[in-house]
């Protein structure tokens, strides 16, 4: 697998499955109707900023990440990421090589930690990855979610130093 910065030419690939997730409404506090123009206007970060994509050998997008600092002024030291991984290429290593790359970038870039506003408690496999990568859960904003078949569940704040 091998992670590269995303391309223009990679959004024709990233948009089916950030469109679905999306739409979804399971993992993401994004809109559920959110249009591509809009989609592509806050996945695919210029610099500082820095998106990319997790390609197969045959050079098929599996999964994208993007990367950012998390507030600006006095807290800009603290990074953030957000990650979608192409459903039908879930449990293959994916979401780890993203995670492992974004953390790599953010020590690089000297960032302190990092910080991830938003995840669904109720995304289990996610918690459980970012957990397996050193994140612990600094708090919960209850009933912050509205899941579509769950109801209202939690948004975990999750954090790390670098």
């Not at 979804?24 to 109707?33: I, Q």
């Amino acid at each position: 697998m091998l992670v590269r910065t995303a391309t223009s030419e990679d959004w024709p690939a990233i948009w089916p499955f950030l469109h679905r997730i999306v739409a979804a409404g399971e993992t993401y506090t994004y809109p559920r109707d959110l249009d591509e123009d809009r989609a592509h206007d806050i996945w695919m970060l210029g610099p500082p900023s820095r998106t990319v994509v997790a390609t197969d050998a045959d050079g098929t997008v599996l999964g994208s990440a993007k990367m950012n600092q998390n507030h600006m002024g006095p807290a800009s030291h603290i990074a953030s990421a957000s990650f979608m991984v192409a459903p039908e290429h879930a449990g293959r290593g994916v979401g780890r090589a993203l995670g492992e790359h974004v953390l790599e970038w953010a020590r690089a870039e000297g960032y302190r930690a990092m910080q991830f506003n938003a995840v669904v408690e109720s995304n289990t496999r996610a918690v459980a990855l970012w957990r397996s990568l050193g994140f612990e859960v600094v708090g919960t904003v209850p009933e912050a979610f509205e899941h579509p078949t769950k109801g209202c569940v939690g948004l975990h704040i999750m954090h790390r130093f670098l």
